[in-house]
């Protein structure tokens, strides 16, 4: 538990680092825009100033008129629009449409253009006088979006970052997880051998065949976990049989191994063929661990029930206990690797399991049901052949 503790704290620290990076990056990027857009006011604002007075009256030379014509010409990123009094559109500028659109996205801007900003009137003759409509910058426009696209490029780069970070610990998660397994396989290997070998001489030397029975039972089972550890971090072979031989197999297992006070009960139709494709081994280590997790959290007295059911699509194994339950704030980390409440142990059991159900036999593992105090129901599902 400390370990797993340990390992959120530092997560969540680096995602407030980020956080804070990320923050001080807009702060910055905003005052910067709030800068640039104040200035590029400041220029509209004289273009339109310069516009408005060549366009008075009073300077209707030539010179002025064809002055403030090379001024409108010259403008490449204010869109304007110039109507005559009743506002039928006769020229425009710096607006992009598709030309099926023309009417419309014209219309739509002088709408804007009204509302913005005051027109500048420009006085042809005696009897014509235009109007010049405009917006902000194209700049300008651009630089109110800039905040918000520094902030997703900000949050992608959080995210790949993570992912790539959740990548590579998986990866080396797996590297140790796998050279662990196949080390403690052939270190196992050594001593089943050589018991193999101490029952022959015992069978030779007259001991009672039930004592010796025994002992064969407890070497097939150091075999059968020696071939577990040995099949993590390759693709086992998964055979397509019925799930109960299994199930009660290990059942019958554990009973004689477990307390008298934790009753096992199975809820199986024997007659029903719950065939899936599987691999007995590991398939036989997951039901052990969450069977030894469910003794462990019944305090007293209890019962752990395994019900096989299916439908269409799936076949599930519900393992249910009478023990204290998991709060509901656990239900996912869980099966994290770490995560432990027992003072001994490494937290890897339920991580291992959701490996081999989610990663070998593509099926799920949850909890489908906990309430502290009254019990804890996992639920295993395959998908039917």
């Not at 209707?60 to 204010?78: A, K, V, W």
């Not at 059968?224 to 086992?236: D, L």
């Not at 393992?319 to 709060?327: E, L, V």
Request: aromatic share 10%; glycine share 4%.
């Amino acid at each position: 538990m400390e370990l797993y503790l340990k390992k959120r704290r530092w997560k969540i620290l680096l995602f407030l680092i980020a956080i804070l990076i990320g923050t001080a990056s807009l702060y910055y990027t905003n005052w910067l825009v709030n800068k640039v857009s104040v200035e590029e006011r400041k220029s509209v604002a004289l273009w339109a100033e310069a516009t408005n007075r060549l366009a008075q009256p009073d300077n209707g030379s030539n010179n002025d008129m064809d002055f403030l014509l090379r001024i409108i010409e010259s403008n490449t990123d204010i869109p304007i629009i110039l109507t005559d009094s009743a506002r039928n559109i006769i020229d425009y500028s710096n607006i992009n449409f598709h030309e099926t659109r023309r009417e419309q996205v014209l219309e739509r801007k002088l709408r804007k253009m009204i509302r913005e900003h005051e027109p500048i009137k420009i006085v042809v003759s005696n009897t014509e006088t235009q109007y010049l409509y405009y917006r902000d910058s194209k700049i300008l426009q651009n630089l109110k979006y800039f905040p918000l696209a520094q902030f997703g490029v900000i949050s992608l780069f959080i995210m790949v970052s993570y992912l790539a970070f959740s990548s590579s610990r998986k990866a080396e998660q797996n590297q140790v997880w796998v050279g662990m397994s196949k080390e403690t396989a052939h270190q196992l290997g050594t001593p089943i051998s050589s018991l193999m070998a101490w029952i022959e001489l015992l069978k030779m030397q007259g001991v009672k065949p039930d004592l010796i029975r025994e002992f064969e039972k407890d070497i097939t089972r150091l075999e059968k976990i020696t071939e577990r550890f040995s099949k993590i971090g390759s693709a086992p072979e998964l055979i397509s049989t019925d799930l109960k031989p299994v199930i009660l197999s290990t059942v019958s297992y554990l009973e004689g191994r477990t307390s008298k006070r934790v009753k096992f009960i199975t809820e199986i139709d024997m007659t029903i063929p719950f065939t899936a494709p599987h691999n007995p081994a590991l398939f036989s280590w997951v039901i052990e661990n969450l069977c030894k997790n469910a003794v462990d959290a019944i305090e007293n007295e209890g019962t752990i029930t395994l019900r096989l059911s299916e439908n269409s699509h799936t076949i599930a194994l519900d393992i249910s206990d009478t023990g204290k339950g998991i709060p509901k704030s656990n239900h996912k980390t869980i099966f994290e690797p770490g995560y432990t409440t027992k003072k001994r142990g490494w937290g890897l059991g339920l991580s291992l399991a959701k490996r081999i159900i989610e990663n070998y036999h593509q099926g799920k593992i949850f909890i489908k049901q906990s309430e502290p105090g009254k019990g804890t129901t996992f639920r295993i599902t395959f998908p039917k052949t």
